[in-house]
Each structure stands twice: as C-alpha cells, then as structure tokens.
C-alpha cells in the first residue's frame, strides 16, 4: 500500500490518489564512521548558535547530556556500536534536524 502512495507499484486494482505531496522516511537507520555532531551536521558546515538551537528545538539534549563524549561521541566503524534504540534515536534526529538546518 505504501509503496502505491509513493508511486513505487502501481496498484493492481482500483486507484491510488494522493492531495498534496508524500513523504517516506525509512526505519533502517544508520551511521558513518565519525562524532554523533558530523554525522548530525551530514557535511553541513557547524554553526554553534544555529546547531544549539537546533539540539534544543529537537529535544535531543538530554540524548547527547548521557554520553560521557556528548555529540562528539564516536559512532561507526571506529566508534561505539550502537544499540538498535540508539540508531533509532540517530535517524529520528536525521529526520528532525535537516530541515532545520537547511533553512
């Protein structure tokens, strides 16, 4: 059915008709070998002011407050294993945290 909505299949029977625009954000999360904050800032350059606002406009302070590195944690490769809550947790903050600093 969700791949209908988003064009992907086209449905066996009847018709699929979506008002407005559909969005899909995928439940796998994942991370690339370096600090919780490069993989928040995914590239973009780091702005102190704008990525505090950020963490706090997320809710995501108390998340990096528990680590004993906070955002610059080590996670991938090299870093620590995450459990699969926490790689939940990253991706939640990739979807929260984009279009925000991208603004």
């Not at 302070?61 to 906070?70: I, K, N, R, S, Y």
Request: hydrophobic share 40%; glycine share 10%.
């Amino acid at each position: 059915m969700l791949n209908c909505l988003l064009g992907e299949l086209p449905a066996s029977s009847g018709r699929v008709s979506v008002v407005g625009s559909v969005s899909y954000a995928s439940q796998e999360p994942w991370v690339f070998s370096g600090s919780i904050r490069q993989n928040v800032l995914f590239g973009l350059p780091f702005d102190e002011d704008k990525y505090g606002r950020v963490i706090e406009a997320c809710g995501l302070a108390h998340d990096l407050d528990v680590l004993e590195h906070g955002d610059r944690s080590l996670v991938g490769e090299k870093g620590v294993v995450l459990s699969g809550k926490e790689q939940a947790t990253q991706d939640k903050w990739h979807r929260k945290i984009e279009p925000i600093l991208k603004a």
